[in-house]
C-alpha cells in the first residue's frame, strides 16, 4: 500500500485491468494465501493499468476488503509505487510509529499498518503489479527469509496470473468452430457459385 | 581523479614514452586497516541514482545537487536540474532518501547529489536508468549510488560499457544485487563493487563474498533508514547495503583521494571483518 494512495472510485477501472470470473477467482486466492502464510491482517494485489499509470486494486483480503477493490492510485509513489518501479520486494516497519498513512489511507480505510510487505508481480521481463501483505505476524517481518517466501509466492500467483490472462485472451472453442463453420460455408458459396471448371 | 581515456583510446604505447605516463598514486590503507579510522568523506562528491531525494531531510542534510530524467518533446530521456523541491515532490517513493540518509550516516561529510531516474514518469523501463546513469559517470562522481538493477536484457551490454567508463575514468559504482535469484544487471558485472545485506546486527560490520558476483555483504537487515515526510522506517533489503558501501568508498576516497575503482575494491576487500592476512599459501586455499 502506498503512503500517498489518493484513491479514487472503481469505476474509473480501466479494461485492461479488468478481471474476468478466473482472474477474480485467482486474485483472490492468491492474497487469502499470502494472508494465512504470514498471519496478516490483510492482504491484497494491485494491478498496474500501464495507460492511466495507476496502480488499481484488484483482489483484497481482511481490513479493506469490502471497499478497496477498484480503487486506484498513481503507480510509482509510496511503498507499492517503488515495487512496482523496480521489481524489488520490499518490508517496512514502525509505520504507525512514524504516523505514516496516517493522512491518506487511514483516512479512506480507517485502518493503519504497522508494517508492509510487498513483492512484484513479476513475469518474464514485466511487472504486472505488486502483492501486498499488511501487518504479517511479528516473527515475520523485517527478515529477509520472509522476503524471499514473500518474493517466490509473488512469481508463482504472477506465473498463474499469466496464463489464466492469456487463455482469456485466446478465443473459445465454441467460438473458433463457429468461425470455421462460417468459413467453410463461405467458401462453398464460392465454390457453388463459381462457373463449372473444365 | 585518476588518468582516464581523456586522450582517446590507447592500444598500444607507441607514441609517448614512460616518462610520459608518470602519475601519482595512493597506497590503500596499511593492513590490518580500520575503515572507521578513514575520512567522514569531506571533499568527496557521491551521487544517488535512484527515486529522487527528499531536500531537508534531517536525517540526510543539505544535498549539493538535485536532477531527473524527464522526457523531451519526442519522449526521448534526458536529464535536467530539477532543483531543490518541495515537500513531497522531491522523492515520491521514499527509496532515493533512505538511500541517501545511510550515505550520510557513514560519510557525514561527503557532498551528497541525487539523480532520480525512476517514480512518477517513468516505471521502470531501463531507459531513464541508463540515461540517469550514464549522465552521473559522465560528470566524474567519485562515487555512484546504484540500489537498482533492470533484468532486460536489451540492456546489458550499454550497462556493461558504462560500468567499464566509470571504472575506467575514476568513478566507482556501487550497485546493489538483486534481492530475488533473478538475473539483472549491472551488479553482475566485475568493473563495479557489488553489495548484497548479512543478517547480522552489527551496524558497522561489512564483509567480503570468497565466492562472488556478490562481492561485499553489508549491514540491510532491519535498518532504521529516512523516508518521506521528513520520517524515517525500518526495513530490510540489499538496497540499503549498498550506500553503506559507497559511504564507505566516500570515507576512504576522502582520506586517499587518487584511489582508483580497482584499489578501492582492494582496500575495501583487505578491510572486510572476514578477510586476514596470513603467511603466503596456495593459490586456491581459503
Given at each position: 500500500?502506498?503512503?500517498?494512495?489518493?484513491?479514487?472510485?472503481?469505476?474509473?477501472?480501466?479494461?485492461?485491468?479488468?478481471?474476468?470470473?478466473?482472474?477474480?477467482?485467482?486474485?483472490?486466492?492468491?492474497?487469502?494465501?499470502?494472508?494465512?502464510?504470514?498471519?496478516?491482517?490483510?492482504?491484497?494485489?494491485?494491478?498496474?493499468?500501464?495507460?492511466?499509470?495507476?496502480?488499481?486494486?484488484?483482489?483484497?483480503?481482511?481490513?479493506?476488503?469490502?471497499?478497496?477493490?477498484?480503487?486506484?492510485?498513481?503507480?510509482?509513489?509510496?511503498?507499492?509505487?517503488?515495487?512496482?518501479?523496480?521489481?524489488?520486494?520490499?518490508?517496512?516497519?514502525?509505520?504507525?510509529?512514524?504516523?505514516?498513512?496516517?493522512?491518506?489511507?487511514?483516512?479512506?480505510?480507517?485502518?493503519?499498518?504497522?508494517?508492509?510487505?510487498?513483492?512484484?508481480?513479476?513475469?518474464?521481463?514485466?511487472?504486472?503489479?505488486?502483492?501486498?501483505?499488511?501487518?504479517?505476524?511479528?516473527?515475520?517481518?523485517?527478515?529477509?527469509?520472509?522476503?524471499?517466501?514473500?518474493?517466490?509466492?509473488?512469481?508463482?500467483?504472477?506465473?498463474?496470473?499469466?496464463?489464466?490472462?492469456?487463455?482469456?485472451?485466446?478465443?473459445?472453442?465454441?467460438?473458433?468452430?463457429?468461425?470455421?463453420?462460417?468459413?467453410?460455408?463461405?467458401?462453398?458459396?464460392?465454390?457453388?457459385?463459381?462457373?463449372?471448371?473444365? | 581523479m585518476t588518468a582516464g581515456?581523456a586522450g582517446?583510446?590507447?592500444?598500444?604505447?607507441?607514441?609517448r614514452t614512460p616518462d610520459e605516463l608518470t602519475l601519482t598514486a595512493d597506497t590503500v590503507p596499511?593492513?590490518?586497516?580500520?575503515?572507521?579510522?578513514?575520512?567522514?568523506?569531506?571533499g568527496?562528491?557521491?551521487?544517488?541514482?535512484?527515486?529522487?531525494?527528499?531536500?531537508?531531510?534531517?536525517?540526510?542534510?543539505?544535498?549539493?545537487?538535485?536532477?531527473?530524467?524527464?522526457?523531451?518533446?519526442?519522449?526521448?530521456?534526458?536529464?535536467?536540474?530539477?532543483?531543490?523541491?518541495?515537500?513531497?515532490?522531491?522523492?515520491?517513493?521514499?527509496?532515493?532518501?533512505?538511500?541517501?540518509?545511510?550515505?550520510?550516516?557513514?560519510?557525514?561529510?561527503?557532498?551528497?547529489?541525487?539523480?532520480?531516474?525512476?517514480?512518477?514518469?517513468?516505471?521502470?523501463?531501463?531507459?531513464?536508468?541508463?540515461?540517469?546513469?550514464?549522465?552521473?559517470?559522465?560528470?566524474?562522481?567519485d562515487?555512484?549510488?546504484?540500489?537498482?538493477?533492470?533484468?532486460?536484457?536489451?540492456?546489458?551490454?550499454?550497462?556493461?560499457?558504462?560500468?567499464?567508463?566509470?571504472?575506467?575514468t575514476g568513478?566507482?559504482?556501487?550497485?546493489?544485487?538483486?534481492?530475488?535469484?533473478?538475473?539483472?544487471?549491472?551488479?553482475?558485472?566485475?568493473?563495479?563493487?557489488?553489495?548484497?545485506?548479512?543478517?547480522?546486527?552489527?551496524?558497522?560490520?561489512?564483509?567480503?563474498?570468497?565466492?562472488?558476483?556478490?562481492?561485499?555483504?553489508?549491514?540491510?537487515?532491519?535498518?532504521?533508514?529516512?523516508?518521506?515526510?521528513?520520517?524515517?522506517?525500518?526495513?530490510?533489503?540489499?538496497?540499503?547495503?549498498?550506500?553503506?558501501?559507497?559511504?564507505?568508498?566516500?570515507?576512504l576516497l576522502g582520506s586517499h583521494p587518487k584511489l582508483t575503482p580497482f584499489q578501492i575494491?582492494?582496500a575495501?576487500?583487505?578491510?572486510?571483518?572476514?578477510?586476514?592476512?596470513?603467511?603466503?599459501?596456495?593459490?586456491?586455499?581459503?
Amino acid at each position: 500500500m502506498s503512503q500517498t494512495h489518493g484513491l479514487v472510485p472503481a469505476a474509473s477501472t480501466a479494461p485492461a485491468t479488468r478481471p474476468g470470473s478466473a482472474e477474480r477467482e485467482l486474485l483472490q486466492s492468491v492474497v487469502e494465501t499470502a494472508r494465512a502464510i504470514f498471519g496478516a491482517a490483510a492482504s491484497s494485489v494491485l494491478l498496474h493499468d500501464e495507460a492511466a499509470g495507476e496502480l488499481v486494486f484488484q483482489a483484497v483480503s481482511g481490513e479493506g476488503e469490502e471497499f478497496l477493490v477498484g480503487s486506484r492510485f498513481p503507480a510509482g509513489r509510496g511503498l507499492a509505487g517503488w515495487v512496482l518501479v523496480s521489481g524489488e520486494p520490499m518490508v517496512a516497519d514502525d509505520l504507525r510509529e512514524q504516523g505514516m498513512f496516517a493522512k491518506d489511507v487511514a483516512e479512506d480505510t480507517g485502518y493503519v499498518p504497522d508494517a508492509l510487505m510487498a513483492a512484484p508481480l513479476a513475469h518474464h521481463d514485466r511487472v504486472l503489479g505488486v502483492l501486498e501483505v499488511l501487518d504479517p505476524a511479528e516473527q515475520s517481518r523485517s527478515s529477509l527469509s520472509e522476503l524471499d517466501l514473500l518474493a517466490l509466492f509473488a512469481r508463482q500467483a504472477a506465473a498463474a496470473l499469466a496464463v489464466v490472462t492469456e487463455r482469456r485472451e485466446e478465443p473459445a472453442p465454441a467460438a473458433v468452430r463457429a468461425r470455421s463453420l462460417e468459413l467453410v460455408s463461405a467458401l462453398r458459396d464460392v465454390l457453388e457459385g463459381a462457373p463449372p471448371r473444365g | 581523479m585518476t588518468a582516464g581515456t581523456a586522450g582517446g583510446l590507447t592500444w598500444s604505447l607507441r607514441d609517448r614514452t614512460p616518462d610520459e605516463l608518470t602519475l601519482t598514486a595512493d597506497t590503500v590503507p596499511e593492513v590490518p586497516a580500520d575503515p572507521w579510522a578513514w575520512s567522514d568523506g569531506t571533499g568527496v562528491r557521491v551521487c544517488v541514482v535512484d527515486t529522487g531525494v527528499e531536500s531537508g531531510h534531517p536525517v540526510v542534510g543539505p544535498l549539493q545537487g538535485s536532477y531527473e530524467v524527464t522526457a523531451d518533446a519526442d519522449g526521448a530521456p534526458h536529464v535536467v536540474d530539477s532543483g531543490p523541491l518541495p515537500d513531497g515532490e522531491g522523492d515520491g517513493c521514499g527509496h532515493g532518501t533512505a538511500c541517501a540518509g545511510i550515505v550520510r550516516r557513514v560519510a557525514p561529510g561527503c557532498s551528497l547529489y541525487s539523480v532520480r531516474v525512476l517514480g512518477e514518469g517513468f516505471t521502470g523501463t531501463g531507459d531513464a536508468l541508463l540515461t540517469g546513469l550514464r549522465w552521473a559517470v559522465d560528470q566524474g562522481f567519485d562515487v555512484v549510488n546504484l540500489s537498482l538493477s533492470t533484468t532486460r536484457p536489451k540492456f546489458l551490454e550499454s550497462l556493461r560499457a558504462l560500468a567499464d567508463q566509470a571504472f575506467f575514468t575514476g568513478t566507482t559504482l556501487v550497485a546493489s544485487a538483486h534481492n530475488t535469484p533473478v538475473e539483472s544487471f549491472p551488479w553482475r558485472f566485475s568493473s563495479v563493487v557489488s553489495v548484497g545485506t548479512h543478517r547480522e546486527d552489527d551496524p558497522g560490520l561489512f564483509l567480503y563474498n570468497p565466492a562472488p558476483p556478490v562481492e561485499f555483504f553489508a549491514p540491510g537487515q532491519n535498518v532504521r533508514v529516512a523516508w518521506t515526510g521528513g520520517k524515517t522506517i525500518r526495513t530490510t533489503g540489499n538496497s540499503f547495503a549498498t550506500p553503506f558501501i559507497a559511504g564507505m568508498c566516500a570515507r576512504l576516497l576522502g582520506s586517499h583521494p587518487k584511489l582508483t575503482p580497482f584499489q578501492i575494491k582492494h582496500a575495501l576487500y583487505l578491510s572486510a571483518a572476514n578477510v586476514t592476512i596470513g603467511d603466503p599459501g596456495t593459490r586456491g586455499e581459503s
